[in-house]
T-cell receptor
Framework: EAGVAQSPRYKIIEKRQSVAFWCNPI?????LYWYQQILGQGPKLLIQ????????DSQLPKDRFSAERLKGVDSTLKIQPAKLEDSAVYLC?????????????FGPGTRLTVT | GNSVTQMEGPVTLSEEAFLTINCTYT??????LFWYVQYPGEGLQLLLK?????DKGSNKGFEATYRKETTSFHLEKGSVQVSDSAVYFC????????????FGDGTTLTVKP
């Protein structure tokens, strides 16, 4: 079974530029998550999709971050414009559905450096 | 809100030593609890989980018991190996399907030969 795919793996941009990350979840997984992981901290949920609907985006900085999950499969996360404090690893995860007992499967992450 | 507090690291042990990494969670409801592990250069992966009180999750020699009375889910291993060197994250599921999971800040374990 193929895992969660993410691209790119690394990205370096200057502040005020824009960037986009892509995620392809495990086939058949209804729930998709985007997390931000700052060095030395645990993952913080940015947005959670159930199929192509948003379940939770309470911690997404909506003035600069946006995400979509077209057709309930792939997803993209965009930052525009980026700030220095956005430097982090962005993790995508998926699970069979949004029941709490289901484990999440994580992709390798995208390491973003904003200079 | 829901939170998870994890033992601060880093933790350095010699091979075959006993490992405990403490984890406590806020006691709203009875969430499923997880330990995830991140090996160097890899993504997070599930190590073990427990879905109700008194359940014991186990995998690869690691164990954790869901303790409702102390709101804890401590990770233990009787004899660690160099290959166990990784970052370990405790996590709790949301109470409802509309909630979000919460992760601890991770504990870095280094096992020396």
């Amino acid at each position: 079974e193929a895992g969660v795919a993410q691209s790119p793996r690394y990205k370096i941009i200057e502040k005020r530029q824009s960037v986009a990350f892509w995620c392809n979840p495990i086939s058949g997984h209804a729930t998709l998550y985007w997390y931000q992981q700052i060095l030395g901290q645990g993952p913080k949920l940015l947005i959670q999709f159930q199929n192509n609907g948003v379940v939770d985006d309470s911690q997404l900085p909506k003035d600069r971050f946006s995400a979509e999950r077209l057709k309930g499969v792939d997803s993209t996360l965009k930052i525009q414009p980026a700030k220095l404090e956005d430097s982090a690893v962005y993790l995508c995860a998926s699970s069979l559905d949004n029941r709490g007992s289901y484990e999440q499967y994580f992709g390798p992450g995208t390491r973003l450096t904003v200079t | 809100g829901n939170s998870v507090t994890q033992m601060e690291g880093p933790v350095t042990l010699s091979e075959e030593a006993f490992l405990t990494i403490n984890c406590t969670y806020t006691a709203t409801g009875y969430p499923s609890l997880f330990w995830y592990v991140q090996y160097p250069g890899e993504g997070l992966q599930l190590l073990l989980k427990a879905t109700k009180a008194d359940d014991k999750g186990s995998n690869k020699g690691f164990e954790a018991t869901y303790r409702k009375e102390t709101t804890s889910f401590h990770l233990e291993k009787g004899s660690v190996q160099v290959s166990d060197s990784a970052v370990y994250f405790c996590a709790r599921a949301p109470n409802t399907n509309a909630g979000k999971s919460t992760f601890g800040d991770g504990t870095t374990l280094t096992v020396k030969p």
